[in-house]
Each structure stands twice: as structure tokens, then as C-alpha cells.
């Protein structure tokens, strides 16, 4: 079977998958489905460049996803009355100064001749600058933070909130992932492979770490919600006459129609976005760029001896990948409405997109966005099904059973269980992917 | 007077914590570090494997509590301890058998055993869950405190109170414990020495004789232990929860990295610096600081440099620091 073939066929069933959820369960699973899909397919595409093109391991897709959620809530939000004249000066002052301070050590060090001197003048420095920017910090966080805190307590936003203008938030996240990055790749590119896992994973747990905590930024753990939306709302459509006219020319209520109205316009959205990535993915892999990547992963120092800089060729795709990672977390807050840190997990966050590139192929940006598909499919499916297995294991049980219950009870943890066995059947009996590269 | 009283404060609020903190750690770690060395990749089921250690071990401590079965004073998780690290060994042998020695036997590159062990993480996490449920576990009983506030206070007439919990008692005898027993059997048993061997140099080990798959093996039934008597020991002390396991794999991988990974004095040096900064920067240092000011210039705020909730921050940036300027660690490790 010539590949082309193949791949549309999976592709093609993949697709089969979703529509028989339409057909099966509802309309509206089969879009909630397809929608995520096509967004933990844009960072699948994300991981795919760093992971398949360039060989980086980089676990903390979560942190990147998180910022570029944080874009969308700091675009979308209306600015909150008086929090910039009550503290948020103080604030951006603390930043500045600790960057001054931070230029400042760097100076001393390149100018001062190694030796105690020079480490007791840095060790001065670092404390003094410390208190001194926390004095500044703290200030104006308890000023933001005392404002109607039941409400707002935070900086707020742009308050971009019009229309197709609220997708300006989708380039600004992948802008945030990417200021992100470039800091985290200067300071830990350097490192072995293992090390620089064991980084990334942490520095993810750290920008969680921040959004959850520091409220004056965006809520923290109390979550922005209502944030805006590039799609019309439902409760407009259903007071439209002439949607819930056309609506029943199509046979649905009104309340059924503006629900997969409003889905199918993300989708939409969602779609042109892939396309474009995928295109430019697509378009950097066969340039001499992306042979230039494949050659440097896979044997650098060969690549090196060329008179290729790896550090930085490492350090742009490290960006660029983590630049789509951020435009798909923030695309993912403005379809959830709202920013959530609690609910950011290494496991699904990072975890199941590794699984997803794996499953797919890596180093292939069509196998890259089927893995997306497919795993985010089984990911929302396999709990009802883990559910009807149960129910079937444990139909023979005398009613009432503690193993019985604990058994149905359980069958929600079964979706872990099964990504793990997915991703390591994959990786013995077809180690290179569905769809693997060329 | 007001001397003694910080000295007590301090002891009581960040260096007892932190040594029994410190200790989990550095068992953790030493398990990690272990697996780094002989099979020469970063274990990411590591957290995992401790929390599947530690669950059989609640299991059947629940069920000596049913029987009535008790240690007197210490808790009946020690009794259960042994079935636990039996569990454990079962559990990582057959991983090996069905995942890992495939890709040993083909060479694979270590990132792709990382990826391996990813997968294994999340079974084991599935399967966790799945047994003994995502929730909050308490298995602790027995005698709660070895000195209790009160008594201290009682006892030295100061005005601090110095609380040492059962079981960090116990935590620190048994890393001691379990630490000289394994530094005793990898520089003094002929086995132990064929496993330095190995992860030293593994062509020449296999030159002289040494039959690889047994100090897999071995090395794997000593991670069990390790894994599990960590997995209990901070189960004990905080609670067990599923998830909690998983995220302390970020503070075990810091502690073997800032010690060096492969190195096993590394680890537990790597352990107790990543606990003492934790405990440290996240401590409120007003109590003390008032006790050692003079009147009139004690601090107004909590002088705490960083909120607790950032304490996996401050593991990472310890971290950070010591790569920036010994990459392979305080204590040379190794990378492969």
C-alpha cells in the first residue's frame, strides 16, 4: 500500500472515530472531541519540532501551554479601575530593578578579578537587591491585591474583547512561550539530555507554581473566568430570531443549534490555525533548515564539525517549538473561557503530548497532528469504556458488592493505565510511529 | 535565655523537619541514582515506584489493624514494611522482564529508556489509582511523638518547645540504617563490587566475567528497597497520596543531580541540601529573629523570603545554580 494511501486511511479513520461518537453519543461530544483534538494537535506539532526535527527533551510543555493561557487572559480582560495607580507601578519598578540588579551581578563579575572579593560583592549585591525588590514587589501586590479582592484583586488586561480581535491572543501566547523559552533555553540548553529534562520539568512546575500564587497577576487559584471570545455566545443566538428560524429549517431547537453553532465556528478557527502551522512546519522541514535540524540530531557533533552552531540552532527551535505549545495553551483558555492553573498537570500536560507525538511519528508533522487526534480521542473515550468494561467484569458480582463498587468506582483511573500501555506497545512493536518519517 | 529559645525554635521548626525531610529524599534519591549508574537512564517511574511500595505496604498494615496486630508504640507500617518491599521487587523485576531488557538488548539510546519509563509512570500511576484510589491515605498509629512540646517545655522550663515526631525518629534510624547497610554492601560484598564495576566501566566488567543481568537484577531488587522504605517513611510522616509520590520525583531528581548523578554519597548530600534550602527559604524566620534581636529592632513582617507554595521552585533553582556552575554536580557524577 504506497503511503499516501495509508496515511489518509488512518486519518480517514481517525475521522470515522469522531463521527461515530456524533452518531453514537452526541453532536455536541463529537465537537468537544474534535475541538481539543485539533488544539493538542497544534502542541503535538509543537513537541514534534523539538523532539522530531532536533532531538531536544523537553518535558516542560505544561509551563509553555500555562503562559500562553496566560496570554489570553491577560489580553482578554478588561483592566482593573485604579489597580495600575495603586500598585502596579510598584510592581513593574520591582521588575525593572531586578533586572538592573541582575545586569548589575553580571557586571561585577566580568569586571572584578575572581577571588573572595569578588564572590563576598556578589553575594552583597544579590541579597541587598532581594530585600530591596521585595520591599517594592510587596508593596504593590498588597495594593492590587486589595482591590474588591472577591472580584478582581488583579492587574487585569487589554481587555481586548471584540469579535475576531480576541484571537489576537493566540500569537501574544505563542509571543509569552517564546520570551519564556529563549530565558530557559539560555540558562539550560547547555545541560545533558537528562539534565535538561529534569529542568524543563521543574521550570514548568515553577510557572504553575507563579500562576497559582501570585494573584495580582491573574487571580491566581481563584481563576479569571467569562474571559472573551472570538465566537458569538449562545444565549445571543437563541434570541436571534433569524438563527432560531434557520435553526429550524435545519430541524434542531434553538438551545441544540447555537451549542454546535458556537462549536463548529472554534472549530473552524482552530483549523485554520493548524493549517497554517502545519503548512510552515511542513515548508521548514524540506528547507535546508530543517535537513540542517535532522542532521544536527542526529549526529552533532558531525554537524558541528561543519560549522554548524548546535547551541544555537538548539536555542531556536527550542523557542519555536515552545512558541506553538504557548499558541495552543492559549487557545485552549479562550475556548475554556477561563484560566485554571489548578488543573495544569505534568501528566496531561506534558505527558500525554509526548505520547501523542510517539504515537503519531516523530520527526513526521502528519503523524505528529494524527497522534494529537488520536490520543486526545482515546484519552476522553476510553473512561466510558473503561466504565462498560467494568460493568461487564463485574456483572456476575452479587449487587452491592464493596469489590463491585470499588471496581466502577475505580474505572475512571483506567485512562492513565491505558496511555502508558499505548505508549509502550507503540514504542516496541512500532517504535517510529502510525505515520513515521520519510 | 532568649538565646537557647531561638536555638530551640530553629531546631524545632526547620532542622528536625528537614533532616527527616532530608532523609526521604536521599533514600529516594539513592534510587535513583543507583538505576542512573548501572542501567544508565533517568527512571522518571521512580516516584511512581515509590508510591506503589508504599500502597501495598498500607494495604496490609490496614490489615494487621483489622487482626489486631500492633507494634506497641512504633507504627504497624514497619511490620508491613518487608511485604511492601517484597510487592515492590515483584513489581520492578516484571517491568524489566517486560519492558526494560528488550531496548537493553538493543542498545536503545538512554532517552529513549526515559521515554520507556515514561510510559511505565503512567501505568503504575494508573494502577495505583486504581487500587487504592486517588485520595488521602492515613496508615500511621502507634505513639505520635517522642518528645512533645509540652513535655520539652515542661521538662526545660523554656519558653520554645521542641516537638520530635515518632516518625521522624524513625526515619532518620532507618535511612542511617539502611544507608550503612547499602554503602557496606557495594564496597565490601563481592557482589557489591561487581555492581561499582559495572556502572564504572561496563565493557571491562563484562571482560571480567560479570554476568550483566545479575547486577540488573540486583540493582533493581535494592531500588525496590530503597523505593519502598522512602515511599513509607514519607507516607508516615505527611500522608499517603498517590499524586504527592509523583511530584516528589521533581525534589529526588534535584537531590541526585545537585549531589551527581551515579554517585551515591552525592545523593544523600544532594538530599539534605535540597531539603535544608526548601525548609530554610520557605521558613518565617520572625520567631527566631526576634528572639536574637535586640528589643526594639525586631522585624515587622514574617521575614519569610519565599511563601511556601514555593517550595518546588526552590529545589529547581538550587538546582539551576549548582549545574550553572558544576554541571555534573557537588559530587563529580556522570553522564551518559
Known sequence: MNPVLKNSLLFAAVGAMILYTGFSQSWNTALVVLNMGLISAIMALGVNLQWGFAGLFN????????????????????????????????????????????????MLRKRMVPGWPRAAAVFFLIVAGFFGYRALFDSGVVAVEAINPALTGNLGGLGIDRGLWVALAWPVGGLFAAGAAWVI?????????????????????????????????????????????????????????VFVERAAGF??????????YVKLLYAGL??????????????ALNSPWGRMMRAIRDNEVAAEAMGKDVTARHLQIFVLGSAICGVAGAMMTTLDGQLTPGTYQPLRFTFLVWVMVIVGGSGNNFGAVLGGFLIWFLWVQVEPMGLWLMQVITSGMAEGSALKAHLIESAAHMRLFTMGLVLLLVLRFSPRGLIPEK | MDFLNAIIALLNFVVVPAVAYGSQLALGALGVTLIYGILRFSNFAHGDTMAFGAMITVLFTW????????????????????????????????????????????????????????????????????IIGPDDQRFADGERFIVSARTFKELTGLREGLAIKTTQGITVITAVVVVALLFWFLNRTRTGKSMRAYSDNEDLALLSGINPERVVMITWLIVAGLATIAGVLYGLDKSFKPFTYFQLLLPIFASAIVGGLGNPIGAIAGGFVIAFSEVTVTYAWKKVLTYLMPEGL???????????????????????????????????????
Do not use: H
Open chain 2, 63 to 130: 490489615l494487621f489493624q483489622s487482626w489486631g496486630i500492633s507494634l506497641g508504640p512504633l507504627p504497624t507500617a514497619l511490620l508491613a514494611l518487608p511485604i511492601g518491599i517484597l510487592g515492590c521487587m515483584a513489581l520492578l523485576l516484571a517491568t524489566d522482564r517486560v519492558v526494560y531488557r528488550f531496548y537493553r538488548e538493543q542498545k536503545a539510546k538512554p532517552v529513549i529508556l526515559v521515554i520507556v519509563s515514561l510510559g511505565v509512570t503512567f501505568i503504575l500511576n494508573g494502577l495505583v489509582r486504581f
Open chain 1, 185 to 241: 533555553g539560555k540558562t539550560a540548553l547547555g545541560l545533558r539530555s537528562d539534565y535538561l529534562a529534569i529542568a524543563t520539568l521543574g521550570i514548568a512546575e515553577i510557572i504553575i507554581a507563579v500562576l497559582k500564587n501570585e494573584d495580582w497577576l491573574a487571580r491566581g487559584v481563584k481563576n479569571v473566568v467569562g474571559l472573551p471570545r472570538p465566537t458569538p455566545y449562545e444565549i445571543d443566538l437563541q434570541n436571534d430570531p
Open chain 1, 270 to 283: 482552530f483549523t485554520v490555525v493548524l493549517v497554517l502551522l502545519l503548512v510552515l512546519a511542513q515548508r
Open chain 1, 59 to 106: 518535558v516542560g510543555i505544561m509551563g509553555f501551554v500555562a503562559l500562553g493561557g496566560l496570554a489570553a487572559v491577560l489580553m482578554g480582560v478588561s483592566p482593573t479601575p485604579g489597580a495600575w495607580s495603586a500598585g502596579g507601578w510598584n510592581i513593574l519598578a520591582a521588575f525593572v530593578f531586578a533586572i538592573g540588579v541582575i545586569i548589575a551581578v553580571v
Open chain 1, 251 to 260: 430541524g434542531l431547537d434553538a438551545v441544540t443549534a447555537s451549542t454546535l
Open chain 2, 298 to 336: 525586631e522585624p515587622d513582617g514574617l521575614v519569610q523570603l519565599l511563601s511556601t507554595d514555593y517550595k518546588l521552585a526552590v529545589s529547581f533553582l538550587i538546582l539551576l545554580i549548582v549545574l550553572l556552575f558544576k554541571p555534573t554536580g557537588l559530587f563529580k557524577g556522570k553522564a551518559v
